[in-house]
C-alpha cells in the first residue's frame, strides 16, 4: 500500500498540473507579471494569508478530545504551524509597501470572490467537514510556495526591477522555507489515520484549493 | 488505473477519450501512430504516462491487430523535455523517495513494452522534430527505428544538476552506440545535434525538416513486406544484447536516491530550466536548450577561472564574492 502521502501526490497531481499549466501562471513564471497585476495578486494573498492560523486553529479545535486523541500528532502539528507562520501577513503587508500600496490600503482592500471562496470554504471545511481538510490546505499552498514560488520570484524581481528581496520577501522567502516545511508535511501527512473520511477530505480540501488559487492568479 | 478491453478491434483502440493522445490508424499497414500533445510543456507527467500505458495495454490485448507502432509530438519544435521537473522538485524537496521510485518505474514500464514490443508482433518507429531532452531521449532509444528531423536537439543534460537520466539510458545507448558514447553523453550533459547523434550511431536516420512524416512512411513500407523476419531478427538482438528489466528498476532506485540528495542550488537549477521551458512554451525563441547551453558554459568558465564552482551561494551577487 502506498504512503499517503504518495497516494495524495498521484491523486492530486492534475489539479496541480491544471495550476501549473494555466496560461496566466505559465506567463507570470516565465515573464512576471506587471506592476499593477503584481500588487493585486499581492492584495489577494495578504487576505489568504490573514485566515492561514485562523483556519488552523479552527481545525486542530476539533481535532480529537481528552477522551480521544489520534490525531493528536496532527493537532500539534498544527500548534508549530501556526507558531512559525505567525505575522505573516505583514511580510504580505511590507511587499505591498515596498512596490507602492500603503498598509491603510492594503487593510482596505475587497478581496475577490475567489478569495472569499477559498478563504471561506476553508473555513468551512475545518469548521463543518472534516478537521483533515486543513491538511489538504496546507499541502497546496506549499506545493504552490515551494516548487512555483522560486521561478515566480526571480520573474517578478526582473520585470519590475526589485532589489534583492524588498518587494518579493513574502513569496521568496516562503519558497525557502517551505522547502523544510514539505518534509514535515510529508510526515505528517504519512500520520493521517487510515480513516477513508479523513483521507478523502484531505485530498479534496487540495484540489479545492488548487482551483481556488489558479482563479485568484487568473483573475489578477 | 488501467483498463483492458480484450478483442475489441481497431475500433475500441481509437475509441478512448485521451486527453494527452492523438491516436491515427492506417489500416493499409496495421500501424497506429500516437501523437503526444502534452502542453504547454511536453514532458513526461503521470497522467500522461497512464495514457500511454493504457495505449500499449490495449495493443498487447489485441495480438495481431497493430503491426506498427509509431510515435511522434503534436508539439511544434518540441518532442519531450523529459520528466515532470515541477514534480521531481516537489517530491525532492518533500524527501519522499516512494513516490520518485514509483515515477521511475512507470517509466521503466513504458520502456520496457518498447524494448519487448518484437515479441508482441509490433515494430515501433519514433520520429523527434524538435527539443528531445533527459527523459525524452531515454524514451526513445528502445524504439527500433529512430528518425530524428535536422533541426531536432537533443542530450542528457540531467548531470549538469547532479542528477542523472534514470530510465533506460545507459542500458539503451550502450547497446545503440557503445560505452563510450554513453559515458561521453551521460557524463558531459550536452546537447547533440541530429547529425552528431547519427554519426554517433544513437539514432537511425537524419532527414530534412518536415520530412519526417515521408520518412515514417518509407520507414513502415520498408519494412511491411519483411515484418516477420525483421521481428525475428530483433528477437535475437535482445538474446545478442540483452536488456535486464532489474537492471533498469535497479537503476531507477540509484536515481531516487540521487534526487534525494538534491541541494537547493540544484533545485533551483531544475526551476531555471522550467522557466526556461515556459519561456518556450509562452512563444519565445529560446528554451530549454539554450538555458543548458548557457549552464553548460557558465559551470564550464566558472571551473577554469577559480577552479572550482563559481557560485557557492545561490544568488549572491557576484561583484561582492572575493
Same mark, same amino acid.
Given at each position: 500500500?502506498?504512503?499517503?502521502?504518495?497516494?495524495?501526490?498521484?491523486?492530486?497531481?492534475?489539479?496541480?498540473?491544471?495550476?501549473?499549466?494555466?496560461?496566466?501562471?505559465?506567463?507570470?513564471?516565465?515573464?512576471?507579471?506587471?506592476?499593477?497585476?503584481?500588487?493585486?495578486?499581492?492584495?489577494?494573498?495578504?487576505?489568504?494569508?490573514?485566515? @492561514?492560523?485562523?483556519?488552523?486553529?479552527?481545525?486542530?479545535?476539533?481535532?480529537?478530545?481528552?477522551?480521544?486523541?489520534?490525531?493528536?500528532?496532527?493537532?500539534?502539528?498544527?500548534?508549530?504551524?501556526?507558531?512559525?507562520?505567525?505575522?505573516?501577513?505583514?511580510?504580505?503587508?511590507?511587499?505591498?509597501?515596498?512596490?507602492?500600496?500603503?498598509?491603510?490600503?492594503?487593510?482596505?482592500?475587497?478581496?475577490?470572490? +475567489?478569495?472569499?471562496?477559498?478563504?471561506?470554504?476553508?473555513?468551512?471545511?475545518?469548521?463543518?467537514?472534516?478537521?483533515?481538510?486543513?491538511?489538504?490546505?496546507?499541502?497546496?499552498?506549499?506545493?504552490?510556495?515551494?516548487?512555483?514560488?522560486?521561478? @515566480?520570484?526571480?520573474?517578478?524581481?526582473?520585470?519590475?526591477?526589485?532589489?534583492?528581496?524588498?518587494?518579493?520577501?513574502?513569496?521568496?522567502?516562503?519558497?525557502?522555507?517551505?522547502?523544510? +516545511?514539505?518534509?514535515?508535511?510529508?510526515?505528517?501527512?504519512?500520520?493521517?489515520?487510515?480513516?477513508?473520511?479523513?483521507?478523502?477530505?484531505?485530498?479534496?480540501?487540495?484540489?479545492?484549493?488548487?482551483? +481556488?488559487?489558479?482563479?485568484?492568479?487568473?483573475?489578477? | 488505473?488501467?483498463?483492458?478491453?480484450?478483442?475489441?478491434?481497431?475500433?475500441?483502440?481509437?475509441?478512448?477519450?485521451?486527453?494527452?493522445?492523438? !491516436?491515427?490508424?492506417?489500416?493499409?499497414?496495421?500501424?497506429?501512430?500516437?501523437?503526444?500533445?502534452?502542453?504547454?510543456?511536453?514532458?513526461?507527467?503521470?497522467? #500522461?504516462? =497512464?495514457?500511454?500505458?493504457?495505449?500499449?495495454?490495449?495493443?498487447?490485448?489485441?495480438?495481431?491487430?497493430?503491426?506498427?507502432?509509431?510515435?511522434?509530438?503534436?508539439?511544434?519544435?518540441?518532442?519531450?523535455?523529459?520528466?515532470? !521537473?515541477?514534480?521531481?522538485?516537489?517530491?525532492?524537496?518533500?524527501?519522499?523517495?516512494?513516490?520518485?521510485?514509483?515515477?521511475?518505474?512507470?517509466?521503466?514500464?513504458?520502456?520496457?513494452?518498447?524494448?519487448?514490443?518484437?515479441?508482441?508482433?509490433?515494430?515501433?518507429?519514433?520520429?523527434?522534430?524538435?527539443?528531445?531532452?533527459?527523459?525524452?531521449?531515454?524514451?526513445?532509444?528502445?524504439?527500433?527505428?529512430?528518425?530524428?528531423?535536422?533541426?531536432?536537439?537533443?542530450?542528457?543534460?540531467?548531470?549538469?544538476?547532479?542528477?542523472?537520466?534514470?530510465?533506460?539510458?545507459?542500458?539503451?545507448?550502450?547497446?545503440? =552506440?557503445?560505452?563510450?558514447?554513453?559515458?561521453?553523453?551521460? !557524463?558531459?550533459?550536452?546537447?547533440?545535434?541530429?547529425?552528431?547523434?547519427?554519426?554517433?550511431?544513437?539514432?537511425?536516420?537524419?532527414?530534412?525538416?518536415?520530412?519526417?512524416?515521408?520518412?515514417?512512411?518509407?520507414?513502415?513500407?520498408?519494412?511491411?513486406?519483411?515484418?516477420?523476419?525483421?521481428?525475428?531478427?530483433?528477437? =535475437?538482438?535482445?538474446?545478442?544484447?540483452?536488456?535486464?528489466?532489474?537492471?533498469?528498476?535497479?537503476?531507477?532506485?540509484?536515481?531516487?536516491?540521487? =534526487?534525494?540528495?538534491?541541494?537547493?542550488?540544484?533545485?533551483?537549477?531544475?526551476?531555471?530550466?522550467?522557466?526556461?521551458?515556459?519561456?518556450?512554451?509562452?512563444? #519565445?525563441?529560446?528554451?530549454?536548450?539554450?538555458?543548458?547551453?548557457?549552464?553548460?558554459?557558465?559551470?564550464?568558465?566558472?571551473?577554469?577561472?577559480?577552479?572550482?564552482?563559481?557560485?557557492?551561494?545561490?544568488?549572491?551577487?557576484?561583484?561582492?564574492?572575493?
Amino acid at each position: 500500500m502506498l504512503p499517503f502521502f504518495a497516494e495524495l501526490v498521484s491523486t492530486t497531481d492534475e489539479d496541480r498540473r491544471a495550476f501549473e499549466t494555466h496560461p496566466v501562471i505559465v506567463d507570470a513564471v516565465a515573464q512576471g507579471l506587471p506592476l499593477e497585476r503584481y500588487r493585486a495578486l499581492l492584495l489577494e494573498l495578504y487576505h489568504v494569508v490573514w485566515y @492561514f492560523n485562523p483556519v488552523c486553529a479552527v481545525a486542530a479545535s476539533r481535532m480529537g478530545s481528552t477522551a480521544q486523541d489520534a490525531l493528536q500528532p496532527l493537532r500539534h502539528f498544527l500548534y508549530e504551524h501556526m507558531q512559525e507562520e505567525s505575522g505573516h501577513e505583514d511580510w504580505v503587508m511590507n511587499d505591498l509597501a515596498a512596490i507602492g500600496v500603503t498598509p491603510e490600503a492594503t487593510r482596505a482592500h475587497a478581496p475577490t470572490p +475567489h478569495t472569499l471562496a477559498l478563504v471561506g470554504y476553508n473555513h468551512w471545511a475545518a469548521a463543518f467537514r472534516h478537521p483533515c481538510s486543513v491538511l489538504g490546505m496546507l499541502y497546496a499552498l506549499e506545493v504552490i510556495a515551494s516548487v512555483y514560488g522560486g521561478p @515566480f520570484a526571480s520573474a517578478i524581481r526582473e520585470r519590475l526591477l526589485l532589489d534583492g528581496d524588498a518587494g518579493v520577501s513574502f513569496i521568496a522567502s516562503h519558497a525557502t522555507m517551505d522547502a523544510q +516545511h514539505m518534509a514535515d508535511l510529508r510526515k505528517i501527512l504519512n500520520r493521517v489515520p487510515q480513516d477513508e473520511a479523513a483521507r478523502a477530505a484531505v485530498i479534496e480540501s487540495a484540489r479545492v484549493n488548487f482551483h +481556488h488559487f489558479t482563479r485568484i492568479v487568473e483573475a489578477v | 488505473m488501467t483498463s483492458i478491453t480484450p478483442g475489441v478491434g481497431v475500433a475500441g483502440l481509437l475509441a478512448r477519450p485521451y486527453k494527452t493522445l492523438r !491516436l491515427e490508424w492506417t489500416s493499409e499497414l496495421s500501424q497506429l501512430r500516437v501523437r503526444t500533445g502534452v502542453r504547454p510543456i511536453p514532458c513526461y507527467t503521470l497522467s #500522461a504516462m =497512464a495514457e500511454l500505458q493504457q495505449v500499449l495495454a490495449d495493443i498487447s490485448a489485441n495480438p495481431g491487430l497493430v503491426r506498427h507502432f509509431v510515435l511522434s509530438s503534436d508539439v511544434p519544435r518540441v518532442f519531450s523535455f523529459g520528466g515532470d !521537473l515541477a514534480l521531481f522538485v516537489l517530491l525532492a524537496r518533500a524527501g519522499d523517495i516512494e513516490s520518485l521510485q514509483l515515477y521511475g518505474r512507470r517509466c521503466v514500464d513504458l520502456v520496457w513494452w518498447m524494448e519487448n514490443a518484437a515479441s508482441l508482433g509490433v515494430h515501433t518507429t519514433v520520429l523527434c522534430q524538435g527539443d528531445t531532452l533527459g527523459g525524452g531521449l531515454e524514451s526513445v532509444l528502445p524504439f527500433h527505428r529512430i528518425i530524428f528531423e535536422r533541426g531536432a536537439q537533443a542530450g542528457f543534460p540531467e548531470v549538469l544538476f547532479n542528477l542523472f537520466p534514470g530510465m533506460g539510458a545507459w542500458d539503451f545507448t550502450i547497446r545503440r =552506440a557503445g560505452f563510450v558514447v554513453a559515458n561521453e553523453m551521460i !557524463l558531459s550533459g550536452r546537447l547533440y545535434t541530429a547529425e552528431e547523434l547519427h554519426y554517433r550511431r544513437v539514432i537511425d536516420a537524419v532527414v530534412d525538416d518536415g520530412a519526417g512524416d515521408a520518412a515514417i512512411d518509407a520507414t513502415v513500407r520498408e519494412i511491411e513486406p519483411r515484418h516477420r523476419g525483421t521481428l525475428a531478427a530483433l528477437r =535475437a538482438r535482445r538474446v545478442a544484447a540483452p536488456v535486464q528489466q532489474a537492471s533498469l528498476l535497479s537503476i531507477v532506485d540509484h536515481w531516487a536516491e540521487s =534526487a534525494m540528495g538534491l541541494t537547493n542550488r540544484d533545485l533551483r537549477l531544475m526551476e531555471r530550466l522550467a522557466r526556461a521551458q515556459a519561456r518556450k512554451a509562452g512563444g #519565445a525563441d529560446e528554451g530549454a536548450v539554450e538555458e543548458i547551453k548557457r549552464l553548460e558554459l557558465e559551470l564550464a568558465w566558472g571551473d577554469r577561472r577559480t577552479g572550482v564552482e563559481r557560485r557557492s551561494g545561490w544568488g549572491a551577487d557576484r561583484r561582492t564574492q572575493t
